[in-house]
Nanobody, 128 residues
């Protein structure tokens, strides 16, 4: 049973930054492809960014966040980060980290279907 702990959410003004963290406490996080997803009020959950398992470290990001969001992982600390810059109100939502056992050799998926293990989510609100 995987257990995630997400942190770093909060309220920020447009143009501001936040860094989300996702800690996996029960297994080596490096064994999993990790994705960040978000769900805005009244909308379906969508993929934001993902990073491949093991040492591949290759990331994939949604077009809406490219150039603003950066995903990284620290296998020693067993934590994955989502650095979010130049935030807009459209980035408001609950952000979830999720894990997929498949070690993709190419781009990891932003489709939520392959991800079977999910965190509880962290609220991000961008408002003036």
């Amino acid at each position: 049973q995987l257990q995630f702990k997400e942190s770093g959410g909060g309220l920020v003004q447009p143009g501001g930054s936040l860094r989300l963290s996702c800690v996996l406490s029960t297994m080596p996080l490096s064994d999993y492809t990790i994705g960040w997803f978000r769900q805005a009020p009244g909308k379906e959950r969508e993929g934001v960014s993902c990073i491949n398992a093991f040492e591949r470290m290759r990331t994939n990001s949604a077009r809406s966040v490219k150039g603003r969001f950066t995903m990284s992982r620290d296998n020693v600390k067993n934590v994955v980060y989502l650095q979010m810059n130049n935030l807009t109100p459209e980035d408001t939502g609950i952000y979830y980290c999720a894990a997929d056992r498949a070690p993709y050799s190419d781009l990891c998926p932003l489709d939520q279907n392959p991800y079977h293990f999910w965190g509880q989510g962290a609220q991000v609100t961008v408002s003036s």
